[in-house]
């Protein structure tokens, strides 16, 4: 009869180092997995960086293009008045205006172009800025702590599982005889 008890006993610790078993493994595949996704969300912040990166050197290009034309523009337009001007015999003051005029325009327009430029290259660094803020809050959340049970929690939880198993088992075996 006391056969009971040990029987309980080596189950319910058995039962107990299994649990054990199973949760550090359970937390080693925990520790895979945050890995893992942590590597995941470096790529995913990367290649988002590199896509921010690439519409700003796509602005850039088409925000020089535009001022390369502006300013083919604004050379043929003085060369137009000052042949016209020639041709017309009109020469001083109101031809050097008109000129004037025409460069001061093209002045402006550039001026107006570098604006939105600084204004979108504040946007692009905005965005870094943010997409860095996102990556490190992911980042935090995939890398919670890992509750892995430790040897001497393990132990004591056997042994704890293993004594109230056997006193199960005397209980058991005294219902028995009686």
């Known amino acids: 009869m006391c056969s009971i008890a040990i029987a309980t006993l080596a189950i319910t610790a058995g039962s107990a180092g299994a649990s054990f078993v199973g949760q550090r493994q359970q937390a080693r595949a925990q520790r895979r997995y945050q890995s893992q996704a942590m590597e995941a969300e470096r ?6 960086q590199q896509s921010i990166r690439m519409r700003q050197a796509q602005e850039q290009e088409a925000t020089n293009r ?44 550039r001026v107006g172009v570098g604006r939105q430029q600084e204004m979108r290259d504040l946007q692009t660094g905005l ?22 049970p430790g040897f001497l929690q393990g132990a004591l939880s056997v042994a704890s599982a293993g004594i109230s198993g056997y006193r199960s088992g005397l209980e058991l075996k005294r219902e028995l005889n009686s």
Not at 43 to 48: G, K, N, P, S, W
Not at 89 to 97: F, I, K, R
Not at 127 to 148: H, K, M, Q, W
């Open 66 to 109: 535009e001022l390369g034309d502006v300013a083919l523009k604004a050379r043929e337009a003085r060369a137009r008045a000052t042949t016209s001007a020639g041709e017309a015999g009109v020469a001083g003051m109101s031809v050097d205006a008109l000129i004037d005029d025409y460069t001061r325009q093209e002045a402006a327009y």
């Open 43 to 48: 790529q995913r912040a990367i290649q988002e």
């Open 127 to 148: 965005a870094l800025t943010d997409a860095g803020f996102r990556s490190a809050n992911r980042l935090i959340d995939i890398n919670r702590p890992v509750n892995e």
